[in-house]
């Protein structure tokens, strides 16, 4: 019971970063129908930028976060305007799965040239104090990491929600047509769109090198927890990648702590089998074949 | 006359929006009914439901004496009911001619035999020749123009030798002269037997060619009747100018 | 096929069959290998990422499970002839079909881009399983298969021509299906899947046709690869660049044709080598291979031979026109003209 508690605790406490990394990817496909297979490369990236800056400056990670968003957030731009702009709209989903893929693939190389292919964590002096409630273990940088995520989605809330381009944001998420006969273009909407999403990678990345040791090769494991947390609550849904967060965290720590390590990383895959099996669109997704 | 198709108490809801609301009504054998109503009415739901393309929430859908609620759309097909789309639905990267063979309901077996056939080839050709589509037989579908696409989606669907035939605005984007060839295609095959239930919007085609015609109304049918009856029903005048 | 189509066929083929004769040096060789791998490989995924217009991110996981089956198979078993192996293909084949059978029945319900992840995803937790049973599969420390007892000068023959021969397999299998309703079928559940249903065309059957046909011989590829290194390693049993060649290779190609996936194999797997050379084990090679992966996609979106064959078929049509008066002219003028092309 003790261990089963224990799992929970650490499996909500991990859900905030995965929720701030999936909520960006959910956002580029709701804004641009786009599966952005990249997503985890760009959490990596975010992560190796703030062990940089903690490494030759000194900066702590949380304190790095605005500087590698701005620097995420200008890099999704590009992205987007070098690469998936120019596809033409018929193929476009199909495409972008690949070219997002190939960008993953480039950041990657990168990656692996600049840093090498060896493991590196950011360790900041309070990485290891952790404090007891009520007989269960709480690490005091996870705390801190899931407050964080939680603030930065709830700014990521607010953004969308009460601000001009939030709304526009939302117009062209829930109905791309009649948000462009309102007069919100599209284009920008979609660079903006995606620059945010990398940002969003690019915060979940400083907290994810405060919690664990990454390489280049890393952003294959995000990838495929973040795809099935999306697919999870839905494609398109932010609430969805918040619910769908908590259940892979969570299933996955307690498996780890009640079962073996081994098979946490299979307990995500077997429940989003059986959630597809039930609702092809994911928890809280529309069923997307609205051709009819 | 007997009943083809009957409706009964069918019910289809979105969330909160009930697009088709206790909905009850039939299709004589060899007429060619129409289905009107005000945009939002239910018309293309209703459609979904009695072709298997959605699965009514309740009520009953009967064809040909059969219960075929909620049975897959392809196998309705292969049944004898067919249907077009308002957007005129057609494979752009098959050829004119194949656009009709892989309409042809085929049983499993049949997809390890040739693509096509000689007497597929002959089938088709015949309708072809009988919507005038032979000279581009060989083009792809995508470089036809609308009009054409909606000719062609309605030939193909016609190879599988239905017995109804449902017509979602076949008339919607298209020039009067390709509405003069619909109509008489539509004449034509309704003599050899076909019969057609037609969801339209030009009321002049409606009154030319449709009798009865059924109009709808928030999800509920509002009207049966004779053509010349309906613009003087009130309930009708109430729905379309609203109350 | 028309006559000039056999033709090439049979040129394409006697080539292969002639080329060892010339006594390539090892690494040649060993380079033809591994392309006959990839021209095999972007076939089998070119029938369900291709016809049907279902992208499979996952066929490198089939991939791996031919390895480890061959793999397991040697673990317990001596080695007595070394042709055996390739004799255990088929049964290799039909393994990964009914593997891949209950993946391709719950993923292909979903949308094109939920089964690219959801097999992506299938890709992944079949690396973790490789990694992690360990009492199976040793875990990383990988599994030596035993070596194949094939003479040393000409050591890469046998696989060579065994390639050779499942090549053959895949295009005639795509031949032939685009030669028979299932081709008809596929092309239209790419087109438009709901309106094929509705037209009574067996969508899920042929899905599930393709999917297992083309994991089938995916899986065959891999223990043919396992056999050929004699030990393997997760990681790159069960890699996510191999599934990217084959999309690649099939899209460079052209995807959807019967020639499409071997031009891309010949191109991109020779560059691949050659650039592999070139930088070594550094990762710049990565880089060079998104950037060549990327310009692909910008440039030529459609694929080589789709390109050539539009151009042809333009230049064609021009000249026809140019003759004889258009074969249109005698129907109804056009309602919206501008709706040339494309879906509505």
């Given at each position: 019971m003790h261990a089963l508690i224990q799992g929970v605790i650490l499996g909500v406490l991990t859900a905030g970063v995965y929720a701030l990394m999936a909520s960006g990817q959910t956002l580029i496909f709701g804004i641009m129908k786009v599966v952005n297979l990249a997503q985890g490369a760009m959490v990596v990236f975010g992560a190796y930028l703030s062990y940089q800056l903690f490494t030759s400056w000194g900066v702590d990670p949380f304190l790095a976060i605005p500087i590698t968003t701005v620097a995420m957030f200008v890099l999704g731009m590009a992205v987007e305007w070098a690469f998936l702009r120019p596809l033409r709209q018929q193929d476009k989903a199909e495409l972008s799965l690949l070219v997002t893929f190939a960008v993953a693939l480039l950041l990657e190389g990168f990656l692996s040239v600049t840093w090498k292919t060896t493991y590196r964590s950011i360790n900041t002096g309070y990485a290891n104090s952790s404090m007891t409630i009520a007989g269960y273990q709480i690490t005091l940088v996870r705390l801190w990491a899931f407050l964080l995520s939680l603030g930065a989605l709830a700014l990521l809330f607010l953004l969308l929600n009460r601000t001009r381009f939030g709304r526009a944001i939302r117009a062209t998420v829930q109905n791309p047509e009649s948000a462009r006969l309102l007069g919100v273009e599209a284009q920008r909407v979609s660079a903006f769109g995606f620059g945010l999403g990398s940002a969003t990678a690019a915060a979940a990345g400083s907290v994810y090198g405060l919690l664990y040791a990454f390489y280049p090769g890393t952003h294959y494991d995000l990838i495929s927890l973040l795809l099935s947390i999306v697919i999870l609550g839905g494609l398109g849904s932010i609430g969805g990648a918040v619910v769908g967060a908590l259940i892979v965290s969570v299933s996955s720590a307690v498996v780890s702590a009640t079962a073996s390590p081994t098979w946490s990383s299979m307990t995500f895959f077997i429940i989003l089998l059986l959630v597809l099996l039930v609702r092809p669109q994911g928890l809280f997704g529309t069923p997307a074949r609205g051709a009819i | 006359m007997t009943d083809l198709l009957i409706v009964e108490n069918a019910v289809k809801s979105f969330g909160s929006l009930r697009a088709v609301d206790e909905c009850s009504f039939t299709v004589a054998e060899s007429s060619i009914t129409a289905l009107i109503g005000p945009n939002g009415s239910g018309k293309t739901t209703l459609f979904n439901v009695i072709t298997g393309y959605l699965k009514p929430d309740a009520g009953r859908v009967s064809f040909n004496g059969r219960d075929v609620t909620g049975t897959d759309a392809g196998r309705l097909y292969r049944h004898g009911l067919s249907r077009t789309f308002q957007q005129a639905r057609v494979f752009p990267q098959l050829s004119v001619q194949e656009n009709l063979v892989v309409a042809g309901g085929y049983s499993l077996r049949q997809l390890f035999t040739r693509r096509v056939s000689r007497a597929d080839r002959e089938k088709a050709g015949a309708l072809l020749e009988e919507f005038r589509l032979a000279p581009v037989a060989d083009l792809l579908a995508s470089e036809l123009s609308y009009g054409q696409r909606k000719l062609l989606e309605f030939a193909a669907v016609l190879m599988s030798g239905p017995r109804l035939v449902l017509l979602d605005e076949p008339t919607a984007g298209v020039n009067p002269v390709m509405i003069e060839t619909m109509e008489r295609h539509i004449r034509e095959r309704n003599t050899s037997g076909i019969t057609f239930l037609i969801v339209e919007h030009d009321m002049n085609f409606v009154m030319r060619l449709c009798d009865p015609v059924i109009v709808l109304d928030r999800g509920k049918q509002i009207f049966a009747g004779h053509p010349t009856d309906v613009q003087s029903n009130p309930l009708v005048l109430d729905a379309y100018l609203g109350s | 096929m028309s006559r000039l189509g056999v033709l090439r066929g049979a040129a394409f083929f006697a080539t292969l069959v002639a080329l060892p004769s010339f006594n390539l040096a090892h690494w040649v060789m060993n380079m033809a290998v591994f392309v006959l791998m990839f021209a095999v490989m972007s076939s089998a995924w070119n029938l369900v990422g291709?016809?049907?217009?279902?992208?499979?991110?996952?066929?490198a996981a089939f991939f791996g499970i031919g390895a480890y089956a061959v793999a397991l198979w040697y673990k317990n078993h001596e080695l007595t002839n070394a042709w055996h192996p390739f004799l255990a293909l088929p049964l290799i084949a039909l393994i990964a079909a009914l593997v891949g059978l209950p993946i391709a029945m719950i993923s292909m319900r979903t949308r094109a881009d939920v089964f690219a992840i959801v097999t992506i995803t299938v890709l992944f937790v079949a690396q973790t399983l490789a990694f992690n049973l360990r009492s199976i599969t040793d875990g990383a420390q990988g599994l030596a298969i035993p070596p194949a007892t094939f003479s040393v000068t000409t050591f890469e023959r046998p696989f060579y021509y065994v390639l050779t021969v499942l090549l053959a397999f895949a295009m005639a299998i795509t031949w032939a299906s685009m030669r028979s309703k299932i081709g008809l079928a596929l092309s239209s559940v790419r087109a438009d899947e709901d309106k094929a249903r509705g037209v009574g065309v067996h969508v899920t059957a042929v899905k599930l046709l393709a999917f297992c046909v083309s994991v089938g011989i995916t899986a065959m590829v891999g223990a043919i690869w396992a056999y050929y290194e004699s030990f393997i390693y997760p990681q790159f049993a069960i890699d996510p660049l191999i599934t990217i060649a084959m999309v690649l290779m099939t899209f460079l190609g052209g995807?959807?044709?019967?020639w499409g996936p071997v031009v891309g194999a010949l191109v991109l797997e020779t560059a691949q080598q050659v650039l592999a050379y070139q930088f070594g084990g550094s990762k710049i090679y990565l880089i060079a291979y998104a950037l060549v992966f990327l310009l692909v996609m910008l440039l030529l979106p459609r694929g080589i031979l789709p390109t050539i064959q539009d151009w042809l078929r333009q230049r064609r049509r021009r000249l026809a026109t140019d003759n004889v008066p258009p074969p249109a002219a005698n129907l109804p003028p056009a309602a919206v003209p501008a709706a040339h092309g494309g879906r509505a």
């Amino acid at each position: 019971m003790h261990a089963l508690i224990q799992g929970v605790i650490l499996g909500v406490l991990t859900a905030g970063v995965y929720a701030l990394m999936a909520s960006g990817q959910t956002l580029i496909f709701g804004i641009m129908k786009v599966v952005n297979l990249a997503q985890g490369a760009m959490v990596v990236f975010g992560a190796y930028l703030s062990y940089q800056l903690f490494t030759s400056w000194g900066v702590d990670p949380f304190l790095a976060i605005p500087i590698t968003t701005v620097a995420m957030f200008v890099l999704g731009m590009a992205v987007e305007w070098a690469f998936l702009r120019p596809l033409r709209q018929q193929d476009k989903a199909e495409l972008s799965l690949l070219v997002t893929f190939a960008v993953a693939l480039l950041l990657e190389g990168f990656l692996s040239v600049t840093w090498k292919t060896t493991y590196r964590s950011i360790n900041t002096g309070y990485a290891n104090s952790s404090m007891t409630i009520a007989g269960y273990q709480i690490t005091l940088v996870r705390l801190w990491a899931f407050l964080l995520s939680l603030g930065a989605l709830a700014l990521l809330f607010l953004l969308l929600n009460r601000t001009r381009f939030g709304r526009a944001i939302r117009a062209t998420v829930q109905n791309p047509e009649s948000a462009r006969l309102l007069g919100v273009e599209a284009q920008r909407v979609s660079a903006f769109g995606f620059g945010l999403g990398s940002a969003t990678a690019a915060a979940a990345g400083s907290v994810y090198g405060l919690l664990y040791a990454f390489y280049p090769g890393t952003h294959y494991d995000l990838i495929s927890l973040l795809l099935s947390i999306v697919i999870l609550g839905g494609l398109g849904s932010i609430g969805g990648a918040v619910v769908g967060a908590l259940i892979v965290s969570v299933s996955s720590a307690v498996v780890s702590a009640t079962a073996s390590p081994t098979w946490s990383s299979m307990t995500f895959f077997i429940i989003l089998l059986l959630v597809l099996l039930v609702r092809p669109q994911g928890l809280f997704g529309t069923p997307a074949r609205g051709a009819i | 006359m007997t009943d083809l198709l009957i409706v009964e108490n069918a019910v289809k809801s979105f969330g909160s929006l009930r697009a088709v609301d206790e909905c009850s009504f039939t299709v004589a054998e060899s007429s060619i009914t129409a289905l009107i109503g005000p945009n939002g009415s239910g018309k293309t739901t209703l459609f979904n439901v009695i072709t298997g393309y959605l699965k009514p929430d309740a009520g009953r859908v009967s064809f040909n004496g059969r219960d075929v609620t909620g049975t897959d759309a392809g196998r309705l097909y292969r049944h004898g009911l067919s249907r077009t789309f308002q957007q005129a639905r057609v494979f752009p990267q098959l050829s004119v001619q194949e656009n009709l063979v892989v309409a042809g309901g085929y049983s499993l077996r049949q997809l390890f035999t040739r693509r096509v056939s000689r007497a597929d080839r002959e089938k088709a050709g015949a309708l072809l020749e009988e919507f005038r589509l032979a000279p581009v037989a060989d083009l792809l579908a995508s470089e036809l123009s609308y009009g054409q696409r909606k000719l062609l989606e309605f030939a193909a669907v016609l190879m599988s030798g239905p017995r109804l035939v449902l017509l979602d605005e076949p008339t919607a984007g298209v020039n009067p002269v390709m509405i003069e060839t619909m109509e008489r295609h539509i004449r034509e095959r309704n003599t050899s037997g076909i019969t057609f239930l037609i969801v339209e919007h030009d009321m002049n085609f409606v009154m030319r060619l449709c009798d009865p015609v059924i109009v709808l109304d928030r999800g509920k049918q509002i009207f049966a009747g004779h053509p010349t009856d309906v613009q003087s029903n009130p309930l009708v005048l109430d729905a379309y100018l609203g109350s | 096929m028309s006559r000039l189509g056999v033709l090439r066929g049979a040129a394409f083929f006697a080539t292969l069959v002639a080329l060892p004769s010339f006594n390539l040096a090892h690494w040649v060789m060993n380079m033809a290998v591994f392309v006959l791998m990839f021209a095999v490989m972007s076939s089998a995924w070119n029938l369900v990422g291709g016809f049907a217009g279902y992208p499979s991110l996952g066929h490198a996981a089939f991939f791996g499970i031919g390895a480890y089956a061959v793999a397991l198979w040697y673990k317990n078993h001596e080695l007595t002839n070394a042709w055996h192996p390739f004799l255990a293909l088929p049964l290799i084949a039909l393994i990964a079909a009914l593997v891949g059978l209950p993946i391709a029945m719950i993923s292909m319900r979903t949308r094109a881009d939920v089964f690219a992840i959801v097999t992506i995803t299938v890709l992944f937790v079949a690396q973790t399983l490789a990694f992690n049973l360990r009492s199976i599969t040793d875990g990383a420390q990988g599994l030596a298969i035993p070596p194949a007892t094939f003479s040393v000068t000409t050591f890469e023959r046998p696989f060579y021509y065994v390639l050779t021969v499942l090549l053959a397999f895949a295009m005639a299998i795509t031949w032939a299906s685009m030669r028979s309703k299932i081709g008809l079928a596929l092309s239209s559940v790419r087109a438009d899947e709901d309106k094929a249903r509705g037209v009574g065309v067996h969508v899920t059957a042929v899905k599930l046709l393709a999917f297992c046909v083309s994991v089938g011989i995916t899986a065959m590829v891999g223990a043919i690869w396992a056999y050929y290194e004699s030990f393997i390693y997760p990681q790159f049993a069960i890699d996510p660049l191999i599934t990217i060649a084959m999309v690649l290779m099939t899209f460079l190609g052209g995807r959807a044709t019967l020639w499409g996936p071997v031009v891309g194999a010949l191109v991109l797997e020779t560059a691949q080598q050659v650039l592999a050379y070139q930088f070594g084990g550094s990762k710049i090679y990565l880089i060079a291979y998104a950037l060549v992966f990327l310009l692909v996609m910008l440039l030529l979106p459609r694929g080589i031979l789709p390109t050539i064959q539009d151009w042809l078929r333009q230049r064609r049509r021009r000249l026809a026109t140019d003759n004889v008066p258009p074969p249109a002219a005698n129907l109804p003028p056009a309602a919206v003209p501008a709706a040339h092309g494309g879906r509505a």
